[in-house]
């Protein structure tokens, strides 16, 4: 690299380098080979998403407006509002406007009755069926002789509840991750390949092991390999976790999709495609996905027990007033009113609406809600694990210490003159001291003679005196010593200012942690969960910022793949673990963990691996997701009680139990139950909050 003086110090540097743009800079690829398919099939299950979504808008629309007819035509309708239409056929034309709601409207429950039946699962699908075709076979048997009362229009209305609950709740989970893709994409299109002296451009899918490729400054390295020629600094955060540019040396490992610094390399493939670090990151994040997924919704579960005991009751209901004697048609009546009132409207309401409320509250509130069970889920975790690097610290350097060692000189002159030399650099090191002395409105002086000390660091002339800005290996080859008794700190990059040769001072740098994390373990200790931070970083800089965070443990110089064992491990010991992270290192960790949560400054693919992002980056975030997930959950607990609750009085009368002293529950009063219990729970949906602490 053109500037390499700070690297001889253990530190804590930024997620990533400055970008280099230039005209070699590759553009992102847009060609995958048929193993990068197999990781984008996510792309196929969210374009399934969007068509459901607007099947079932479509559905909902079209059965809405037939629904008016069908309520204009229903006697009971025309009685409540004190109307009479009538004339000769209109009982065939509500039957044939019903059963064009029954079978457009209601094909995703048929289907869907299916499906859960197939599967052994019965559920929200199978009640509504149910219902739907009680409803619709048991009218159609009145308007063709049967004696009794039609209930046209609780199944149209039903129908249309349904399909606007299960829109209303698709629409609001977001769709399938495309964290596969982003993860591919980090691949370059093309790799130089050195053949005979010449350099050929091939696609990255035509290399082959031991393959020679030139990889120029600011360049993607096209795939695993071993440093053959050249030496400098890569990138490899988005990768392996590590905060600061990695210096590389002939004989090094290189991993495909890390960024080059400024030194051409020449490197020797070792691994492509499935064999390849990127490739095995894919199919963790892959496995951890796939077995997450199978969490059961309470409304699912809710709905079971429903189906349960509306076959149960429907059919009791139905012997036992054939045994007492009533006829058929009064049997058969009392056993189509349960079954039609134990499936309620509120029922298919109860979760979408929260649902739809707590992802717009959420969204306005920079929380963006990915996979909904995980977020209701929120209220269990036991442990949270923080990535460090760019999560709990602001991911880029910044000024700790600035030690004056000669009078003539005070902070604000010494940082001056760091800040005038350093401007002519884009190491990140100079980058933090830039930013300090902008921070406290510093002018920069004129530079004369300024000359790059090749791994030492930089010189220049100021008003006629050379001044340095050097790292500790200059220090030793020049044999200048630090005054007697002075400590340093051991975690932060310390570059040293000489005048002349003589030093002066020393300004130290550190990945600074950000003021909110503090907050934010204080108020996570507050709720009894335990705070542990996961990091690539050395054990020396994750044990300082763990000491001060004072956080329950850390895990560092950990691989993205060990990180995954790592919440494999506290999962086993009964944890209900939360991972909070930025990067692609983080994945597999955020696809593993009970909910994933990404730290929205982060890379791409970590915000679509993770269950929620957090779009201002704020560690606080996380106590307000957790007490927002446990105030949804409640939300849907209520709702579910007023959707479910009224039937432990309606299902009794509707049955007939209190018919021997003359309350017979008709269908219309059931209904009315059914839209109360509705109302109610759209009311109280409307409550849910953000507490922001």
Known sequence: MEHQHHSDQPDSSPKEMPKHHDHHEPEVSEHKDHKEHKATSGTDHGQHHQMM???????????????????????????????EISFAGDKYILFALSAFIFFYGGWPFLKGIVEELKKKQPGMMTLVALAISVAFFYSSAVVFGLEGKFFFWELATLIDVMLLGHWLEMRSILGASRALEELAKLMPQEAHVIKDGKIIDVKITDLKKDDLVLVKAGEKVPADGVIAKGEGYANESMLTGESKPTKKRVGDKVIGGSINGD??????????????????????????????????RLADRA?????????????????????????FAFAIERMATVMVITCPHALGLAIPLVVAVSTALSAKNGLLIRNRTAFENSRKISTIIFDKTGTLTMGNFGVTDIIVLNDQYDNNKLLQIAYSLEKQSEHPIAKGIINEAQKNNLSDLQVQDFKVLKGEGIAGKIDGTEFKVVSPSHLSRNNINLPEGMDLNAVATNIFILQDSSLIGVISLADVIREESYTAINQLKELGIKCWM???????????????????????????????????????????????????????ALAQADVGIAIGSGTDVAAETADIILVNSNPKDVTSLILFGKATYKKMVQNLFWATGYNVIAIPLAAGALYAWGILLSPAIGAAFMSLSTIIVAINSKFLKVDKK
Request: charge should be negative; hydrophobic fraction near 45%; glycine fraction near 6%.
């Open 303 to 327: 709905a079971l027990v429903l189906t349960i005991v509306s076959i149960s009751i429907g059919v009791l209901t139905f012997i036992i007033w054939l045994l007492l004697g009533q006829s």
């Open 263 to 296: 030194d051409v390399l020449e490197i020797s493939i070792t691994s492509t495609g499935e064999d390849s670090y990127l490739a095995k990151v894919i199919n963790l994040v892959k496995q951890a996905q796939a077995a997450k997924s199978k969490t059961q």
């Open 534 to 588: 996961l990091t690539g970083d050395n054990k020396e800089i994750a044990k300082q910022v763990a000491e001060e965070l004072e956080l329950d443990g850390f895990f560092a110089e950990v691989l993205p793949h060990e990180k995954q064992e790592k919440i494999k491990e506290l999962q086993a010991q009964g944890e209900f673990v939360a991972m909070t992270g930025d990067g692609i290192n983080d994945a597999p």
């Open 53 to 83: 979504i607007k099947d079932y808008k479509k559905r909902f629309f079209v059965s809405l407006i037939v629904t008016f007819p069908i309520l204009f035509l229903s006697p009971l309708i025309q009685d409540f509002l004190n109307l």
